[in-house]
């Protein structure tokens, strides 16, 4: 087997120095009767060529997003990464090394997280950030259980404009710890009423922007009328782009700012791995969850970066630790780092205009069409439309003309009455034959 | 070398990537535009590939030397993989495309699905976690959920964790409230069935018991504990950390077990990435498996369909939520694929008998210099030694371990786990040959007599030739910096 | 544009400190009236997706290998190429360093030169190789030069075996030089009388084995006759792998083995770029051309490796060098070594019968289509069919039924009246399912 | 750390390739079988990966410094093009596919000569020549075409090349039979016209004529040049290792130039990688262009075909032959296209413009220190320095040279071009932000005032603090090792 190195000559000079006759005498505590004579029921190995075979077959199976038309989100995106990126990344010092438990053989690791950190808190307008959590939604799910242990309360209220899979991992969590949510009622318009719901009972706040539907929410008054009640915000986001144009969550005073960072960086990979974003104020700093990565010196005095305050973490603190959180997202907030390092302050933004920009000209061909009406008043790149039909069915049939047209809310929100709505987003990839294409394919199948 | 930090090297008009400003249009953000800067410079593409190329020459590898961490799994990380993920039907698929257009990738999720319960022999998967703890978690979840369903939930509400268990297992079980009642470690290394049955009651939910463990060796009695546990209606989760040593050698499904998650990127290569992105499923027994999360994929009328909702489930199933937006870390189950179809079941049964064969070569290489805990026995994939041949020569494990960089080497695991003095944990892996194996003991051997013939400053003193010598990490806790500050500009000289 | 790093601001503060106005003032010497006011009349800057679009599409336009059943060879061979390979010469100490004059910080290119040297002098079973030539092709004719000067004599005889395209390049160097070539009668049978053409004049004798038909041919008697006239034998090989099996040029007598070294570690790049490979006996060793590496000591006395003997070379020579030679092809002998290392003497021997047995699988599956006559005795992975039409057209209609048939002979020489020859290659990519397409469209067509 | 080579850690049973033996077949070999072993140790995948990375660790490269070496502009090499170049359709075809199935690569081979042609204002390319060297070759062999073709090939046999040339010029020269005669150098670095109009007469075939020179300046008096040579009836053969300082800016065309060659790896950024492949595209006037060698590509009815015979090229075509075996490094021209779409005609100028400000930049920065043997004029894209400035001493352009390693920078190009001493030769390219030319201008001044100062150690042991130190040129050379061999069996200790 290629990965293995031992011959059958080593394995038995090496079996004579350690003693015993054959490899089974060291499975000795194995109960016998439990102990495998034959390899398992499952095929034997495989040559390199065999193996891409398999794969490819399974890979050409699917239509990836960068052959067709393409405005899927919800969530997650599809934007260019540039190829330095991915090339970095798979550099054996960084791909093949362990947590950055030994900073001294691991500068590499550590100086990137310390980048990270500083980039994400510059762009959530935040004071501290993070070394990245799995994803956007158990980022979400982290923050709701800090926010309980800052306010000392259990009792969290989710916006209707929160993505119904973030709400989803929020209430599994909650509910198996008994805490309380509230979860407000879907809010296509970005209309609904949060003020209300924030009491001294309320632990915190979770309110997206831009928000599932697209719409854009102001954040202050709920930020001033939370921290009246001695409640948190936590302003969320899963589409990082849009904080390139957008006023950030800190400048409108949100307590934990939490988001998906795959766009940046990341491709679409079918759901994961991403990379999420988490920052708060310096005050809650140790209520937060996942790694820190900190500056400090050496013995001669040389800068040099190190994990820390990891008392708060599980593998000092055990049951009493904020999160249970061990693994983050390494590679893929490398990524993120590398990507927005690529970009700059310059680049950012002007990739968040263009997604804007396509998303406007997107809506103003769409509303054209007969049997389609553009519901938002404001959004960045995505929004959301009622069709005259049910979105699934249309979603189904404009996939068979080979144009992905979006997601239908139907399928986040099933059972909601809100099967004729359709969320679509539009990024840098866009061109104008895909906005034509799927303004021809809708005109033909309304 | 010290290589600045992008901040000190980037400006604000900077840009790496070549956009077309878009034409003029009518903004629609409601007022909500950014006002403010941002406060991210940026670097040309050349500076940005020199910047993290330096960056990374500062790191070590699998690729760069061996990689002893015990319970870590540090094996080759095969570019195949690499390649096989980044396929355009993996990499470049949306979570919420119609079903219809990611029939293959719902395939590859099913046939890793199925690798998986096969090598346990156990009845479902649960894919979705991200790692390793939120395995755990999802583990513990079903044990919640199914304790429930029995109406069982306000009195069942301890769990049993051993000593030497990983800290994510306490801090898992406190998570969704339960209280952890620990089992103190025996001197022979092994958690005994009796010192279980004694701590057994109707208060008793489930045990978390890691198997092999991390004393590196095989519970003799998890059978007769898997036993007991059942009879008093817990349930038996295992932690899967150390699933290397056993793959294609033993099922824990036969073991009894009820939960494991499984660490692809231990167990199944997929790379550690420095931190991460993991991946952990949960195998999961008859008895636990209506209770797996969604989403899930179920194969129907010959094709693939994906389960998004609790109420979709169908028959007994009664998810018990969602533990993520979507469907878990696709990029690694296609390299964790990718490793199983490489390997076949005669290579992963070999690749864990190597595993074992390395540690105890390596035993036997060091057990007259160094001190074995629970004696010169045979282990698993790891080998266990504590800091008693340490004593009185003021060298601590902690200098061991910074000692090893200066021979080129990654320490191993050490102080870990909590139940022996010093212990240092080493997993040399199947991936290392006989030569290199070789080598590694002779640098011990050469670093435990430098020790015992009172070479302290070498020890104390490392590391010497890395990157850089020993951080201060106190300093770094006692008052944090946590991001880079523009320095403040320095006032003009006095007139 | 992203790969520049200077802004505006630097360039004025840059001109400034040189003391002039404008970048023009430094273009001084351009005479005035042929400096371009203006860019040249060619697209402005391109965004990475767009370029990545444009040249995807050019891409599309063509039918990979690796899509359709595939049996082309003449001179270059598709095999599977091990992930491991691309990934490491990509890296970028490999991929961004340049030719070794600077040994101390280049040890990494001169050490693999070494084992490349090493690996090529094994598989030739000679003496002595060099770190590589641009192809098997320019090898050949750098090859009969080295000859020439070897035996002072000047008069070339090429096999009619040797691939035709080898010997237009050594007709046209020849004929540059005023040397002379033989050129003997294409020999599709492998039988021609090479010994007859040797006598006092010639400078050496060319022959390829296999040949371009797929004949394996015996060198010793050529090897014999050559030495006995104080001519020298120079081997000839398209294809590498066919060292893992038959007998070495080397232990036949040769002086001089070149070929082309794709096979091994290198894609099929539509011509390039590929490795020659070129080794000899010691005694000729100063009147070899291309670059070498040797081994020697630094000024600890630790091992350490240096390009040597180049007073050879042309940047000391100039007019006097071996050959005009100077780039080599550095990073196609780093893939050929490492899928060597891959490999290991018994991978390669194993990949060799793989290769043989499906030539062999495959020739007789054809032999049994009406229309189609196996032409060869002896082969390795490739051998001639005579078909019952012009192989061309008979080429072209497989291909429109997706079936990558090989190369007509009159491609290779037209005129030469072979008009229905095809040559067919097979490797160890070609599966069950490839044989049958071939013989059923095959069926098909004639 | 030194890595063995692989022959010390291979063994020759092992494989690092999974490959199934096949099934029993009758071999038609003829019985040329193979008896012998080949010697050829391996690894397995893990150790492979491991050997090479370690090497590659004793390398520099762009990515991991500044690279001053002049005349061979080793700029960034950006990884779009390295992934375009992996595009199935360009690495994944053979060349003697029918063209039918080709027609997006020969496109490609179109655009790019189009490209080429655009930039040079020339007449046609041949894209095949492998190299520099061997583009050199192919112009010089389309002018001895095309003297012949004129029935002047007996008379016509003298080329001119300045002493300031490349070796390669010469060199090839000589190869197809030319006799080489040199043209002084001046001191003002510059070839005259009048030396040149002294050397010509009907013996004289060309001129070869490297602009902008090899001592970094444009030759201003290029056209007058140009015109003598060809009212002498003669060929302007121009070296293009330097076009880089001029892409965009000016047209060798313009200049009267009749070939050049165009390094794709020096000025279009394919990679050197350490030593090659390199591609060497040579453009042609009107006068020279029916010469080109086969095969080309042309466009016939909207789709593309490739003439691979010389009798099939038609109309006044005379192609002189065939350079080698295919169509040329289609990698390279997948990349170099690449890299021209991306810079596109204004990015190609600024380049030019960036790369001739940042030689200039760092002459600014060390005239004051160091000679230049021309005077403190403005250079184009790369800066001569000589070695007056290290007079008294006792230290060498050799050692200034090594002493930059220590400081982590890759040598500039030294004793090149010969008509100066010590010649120091730096060429930064516009790869180069300002910050990295400020270093690199420091590091050089701080070496030179150690020079200076008499620090003559830091420079005759240098380097210190690299993979190796200065290693034994003339030990290699005496007695060539040139491949590994088996040690020796040890005899048996005497009883």
Request: charged letters at 20%.
């Amino acid at each position: 087997m290629r990965y293995l190195p031992l011959s059958d000559t080593d394995r038995s000079e090496m079996l004579a120095r350690i003693g015993v006759n054959t490899v089974d005498d060291l499975f000795a505590d194995v109960p016998k009767s439990l102990l495998l004579r034959e390899p398992v029921d499952l095929p034997r190995r495989k040559g390199e060529l065999e193996v891409e075979r398999i794969l490819s077959r399974m890979s050409a199976k699917n239509i990836s997003a960068s052959s067709v038309p393409f405005f899927v989100g919800a969530g997650a995106y599809k934007h260019h990464v540039p190829a330095t990126v991915d090339h970095l990344i798979q550099r054996s010092e960084f791909l093949t090394s362990y947590t950055p438990y030994q900073p001294e053989i691991a500068q590499g690791t550590l100086q990137y997280l310390f980048e990270f950190q500083t980039q994400v808190a510059a762009l959530t307008g935040m004071e501290v950030a993070n070394a990245s959590m799995y994803d956007g939604s158990t980022g979400t799910g982290e923050a709701v259980l800090m926010a309980h242990r800052v306010t000392k309360r259990r009792k969290a209220v989710l916006s209707g404009g929160l993505h119904p899979h973030y709400a989803d991992v929020v209430r599994t969590l909650s509910e198996m710890s008994s805490d309380d949510v509230v979860t407000m009622a879907p809010d296509v318009g970005g209309t609904e009423d949060v003020l209300s719901q924030i009491d001294d009972s309320v632990s915190c706040v979770v309110v997206q922007s831009p928000d599932v539907f697209g719409n854009l929410r102001d954040l202050k008054p709920i930020a001033d009328k939370a921290h009246q009640h001695g409640a948190l915000l936590i302003a969320v986001f899963t589409e990082a782009v849009s904080l390139g144009l957008v006023k950030s969550p800190g400048s409108q005073g949100a307590d934990i700012v939490v988001g998906e960072g795959q766009s940046i960086g990341n491709a679409l990979n079918f759901g994961g791995p991403y990379v999420g974003l988490f920052a708060t104020q310096s005050k809650y700093l140790r209520q937060m969850p996942g790694r820190l990565c900190g500056e400090t010196v050496d013995a001669d005095s040389n800068r040099g970066f190190v994990l820390t305050l990891s008392t708060r973490e599980q593998h000092i603190r055990r049951d009493k630790a904020t999160s249970n959180i061990c693994t983050n997202s390494g590679l893929c907030s490398l990524a993120f780092t590398i990507h927005m390092t690529l970009l700059g302050e310059a680049g950012l933004s002007r990739l968040a205009r263009i997604n804007h920009a396509n998303a406007v000209k997107l809506a103003d061909q769409l509303a054209s069409v007969k049997g389609v009406e553009v519901l938002n008043k404001t959004f960045f790149n995505e929004f959301t439309l009622r069709l005259a039909k049910p979105a699934d069915e249309v979603v189904e049939r404009l996939a068979e003309k080979g144009v992905l047209a979006g997601v239908p809310v139907s399928r986040l929100l099933p059972g909601a009455g809100l099967d004729n709505l359709l969320l679509v987003a539009s990024t840098e990839v866009n061109t104008d034959d895909d906005r034509a294409a799927l303004a021809a394919a809708l005109k033909e199948v309304l | 070398q010290i290589e600045p930090l992008l901040f000190e090297i980037g400006r604000y008009d900077t840009t790496g990537v070549d956009l077309d400003e878009p034409e003029d249009f009518k903004p629609r953000l409601g007022g909500l535009e950014r006002k403010e800067a941002i406060g991210l410079p940026g670097l040309s593409e050349p500076e940005t590939m020199r910047h993290y190329v330096r960056l990374s020459q500062q790191n070590y590898g699998i690729d760069t030397g061996l990689f002893p961490l015990g319970s870590c799994t540090m094996k080759h990380n095969a570019r195949l993989n690499e390649r096989m993920a980044r396929l355009p039907g993996f990499s470049d698929v949306h979570p919420l495309q119609p079903v219809s257009t990611v029939q293959g990738a719902l395939e590859l999720m099913n046939e890793l699905g199925r690798y998986l319960v096969t090598l346990t022999n156990m009845t479902a998967v649960a894919l979705s976690p991200k790692a390793g703890a939120h395995g755990e978690l999802c583990g513990m979840m079903a044990i919640k959920a199914a304790i429930e369903a029995k109406g069982e939930g306000k009195t069942r509400n301890v769990v049993l964790v051993p000593d030497s268990a990983h800290g994510t297992n306490p801090a898992t079980a406190a998570l969704i409230g339960f209280k952890v009642k620990p089992v103190p470690a025996r001197e022979d290394g092994w958690v005994h069935v009796e010192d279980v049955k004694e701590r057994l009651g109707p208060d008793v939910a489930a045990i978390m018991l890691t198997n092999p463990n991390t004393c590196g060796l095989f519970e003799p009695q998890v059978a007769e504990i898997a036993k007991a546990i059942h009879d008093a209606g817990a349930y038996f989760y295992c932690d899967g950390a150390n699933f290397n040593a056993i793959v294609g050698k033993a099922k824990p499904g036969d073991l009894g077990v009820d939960a494991m998650h499984i660490n692809l990127h231990k167990t199944f290569s997929t790379p550690h990435g420095g931190g991460g992105p993991g991946s952990g499923p949960v195998v999961l027994s008859e008895r636990l498996a209506p209770f797996a999360p969604v989403p899930f994929v179920r194969v129907k009328d010959g094709s693939f369909e994906l389960v998004e909702q609790n109420n979709e489930a169908g028959g007994t199933a009664a998810p018990f939520g969602r533990m993520t937006a979507f469907h878990g870390q696709m990029g690694m189950y296609v390299r964790a694929l990718s490793y199983m179809l490489s390997h076949g079941s005669d290579g992963m049964k070999q690749a864990s008998e190597d595993a074992v064969l390395n540690a105890n070569y390596i035993r036997a290489g060091l057990a007259d210099l160094m001190s074995l805990p629970f004696g010169n026995k045979p282990c698993m994939h790891e080998v266990l030694f504590d800091d008693a041949w340490l004593k009185d020569t003021g060298v601590t494990t902690l200098d061991v371990a910074k000692a090893m960089i200066d021979e080129g080497y990654h320490p191993m695991t050490m102080y870990f786990p909590l139940v022996v003095h010093g212990a240092m944990l080493i997993e040399p892996t199947e991936s290392e040959s006989k030569a290199s194996l070789d080598l590694f003991v002779a640098m011990l051997r050469d670093l435990a007599m430098a020790a015992k013939n009172g070479d302290k400053e070498r020890f104390t003193g490392a590391p010497y030739h890395a990157p850089r010598r020993r951080l201060d990490e106190t300093r770094a806790a006692r008052s944090p910096i946590l991001k880079w500050t523009p320095p403040a500009p320095v006032a003009e000289a006095a007139e």
